[in-house]
């Protein structure tokens, strides 16, 4: 599997004090609120941005009727700024509070029955949920109403690109290359200069059969911004996708040949070899980053992925140990660590992989991203340790939310196959093994599914 580049997108029904104890961070939680994100888009100058910081000061101090008294006066001042309920969900947003979020949004259909902004908003919002179905229909009637909005060129335009954005997502999402192909074309037409919308048309074109045109895309994105992924590897990463190896390798293969020392390029031709168990040429492109670059952080990092899949964990540790030592707060380098510290037979190793581990759990909590794989590496360690109870009471809540990682289908494998549930272990490891994606307890896997069989075998 090609690993991405390390890389081209309620209400007030609710009682008003419950929703504000929500607000835990208080003025913190808005630190990346401006008048220039509520309103930015809405005007050219700057004259209306005293007021609305004053109305973020009043949000982040809890003061919600003030916060929205002063919207209400700013918008009936400059009719051109967004209506007030759009601003304030752009707060409440920011807050992490979805609820009043869509409660301020339904109200300003109702109040601004002609403002496109709530339903683009509303839109976006149901294709973060997977509701492909409701975006689809709202974007189209905030197409309809930006087709007949004139009270303000500004806003008009950028309604506009967001409708076209947002009805490519949609048939990009139903696998509609030719609609969404049009809306890519359309929104490059008012924004040339959108290097993502020339990346995402360059997808599109891709899976329409279109690889040459798909490349010239990539290499626009590129050429419009530098982070954009190198074109070589946008192309290797579909085929990757399509499960066409083959040609995916060779599309590494020119994206090499293309940037021989960005390290970019190369990490990421260096995880796909590791995807295809190919850790020789993996670790020979790595050490190639290494030498280009010896403090880069992410050449540490996957130089240590790759001796762990390897099993070589004194080498991993050291690599590991100076990815955390270069950034503390690095969670894959600290998990990582942690991982293959337990694998030690040295006690201060095994302590320091313990403290790590709970360190992470208590950092990255409920809804973050990293919650399931910094308790999943909790488990582990404490199963390492002999803690079987706390494995098994962390591993079962992990697997009730259907969120096992790969590693953790192994963890939980490993624990059923000492409690003597082999079936259920054979199956779980059957299960993850089938998929081709290569994990970094893939080989102990293996190893432990080969081992259940040949003792069903015995019996």
């Known amino acids: 599997m090609l690993v991405r580049q390390l890389d081209p997108r309620a209400a007030h029904v609710l009682p008003i004090l419950l929703v504000v104890a929500c607000l835990s961070a208080g003025r913190s939680a808005l630190a990346q609120v401006t008048a220039k994100t509520l309103i930015g888009k809405a005007v050219s100058d700057d004259s209306e941005y005293n007021e609305i910081n004053n109305a973020i000061t009043r949000f982040g101090d809890r003061d919600i009727d003030g916060c929205r008294a002063i919207l209400e006066r700013a918008r009936n001042n400059n009719p051109k700024l967004p209506p007030p309920g759009v601003m304030m969900a752009m707060l409440w947003l920011n807050a992490n509070q979805l609820m009043p979020a869509r409660g301020e949004l339904e109200q300003t259909t109702v109040k601004f029955p002609k403002d496109p902004e709530p339903y683009l908003m509303l839109a976006d919002l149901a294709f973060q949920d997977r509701r492909v179905t409701d975006s689809a229909v709202l974007f189209e009637r905030a197409t309809e109403l930006s087709a007949g909005y004139d009270e303000n060129p500004k806003r008009k335009r950028d309604f506009e690109i967001r409708c076209h954005a947002g009805n490519a997502a949609v048939a990009e999402a139903r696998s509609e290359w030719a ?167 040295e006690k201060d190793s095994q302590q320091r992989a313990l403290e790590m581990a709970e360190a992470n759990v208590a950092r990255y909590r409920e809804n973050s991203p990293q919650q399931v794989n910094a308790l999943t590496t909790l488990a582990w360690v404490y199963y390492k340790l002999g803690r079987r109870e706390d494995t098994e009471k962390i591993l079962d809540q992990i697997a009730r939310n259907n969120a096992l990682t790969s590693d953790g289908a192994y963890y939980v494998a490993k624990l059923l196959a000492d409690r003597g549930e082999k ?29 259940l069989k040949g003792s069903a075998k015995k019996e």
């Open 179 to 345: 609609a969404a192909q049009k809306h890519l074309e359309s929104w490059i037409t008012l924004d040339p200069d959108n290097a993502g919308a020339h990346f995402r048309l360059g997808s599109v074109l891709f899976q329409a059969g279109k690889e040459k045109e798909a490349l010239a895309e990539f290499q626009e994105a590129r050429k419009l911004d530098a982070k954009a992924l190198q074109p070589e590897l946008a192309i290797a990463r579909l085929y990757d996708d399509a499960r066409k190896k083959d040609v995916a390798k060779k599309w590494i293969e020119s994206a090499l040949k293309a940037a021989p020392e960005d390290p970019a390029v190369l990490l990421a031709a260096a995880q796909w070899y590791l995807g295809q168990n190919d850790i020789k040429t993996s670790q020979a492109i790595t050490d190639k980053v290494l030498t280009l670059d010896p403090k880069s952080l992410d050449g540490r990092i996957v130089r240590g992925v790759i001796a762990r899949v390897a099993r070589d964990y004194a080498t991993a540790a050291k690599y590991f140990n100076e990815a955390h030592v270069q950034s503390p707060g690095n969670f894959a380098a600290s998990n990582s660590l942690s991982l293959v510290l337990i694998e030690s037979d």
């Open 423 to 451: 079936d259920r272990a054979k199956k779980i490891l059957e299960e993850v093994l089938t998929n081709e994606a290569v994990f970094a307890t893939r080989p102990d896997a293996k190893d432990l599914l080969e081992g």
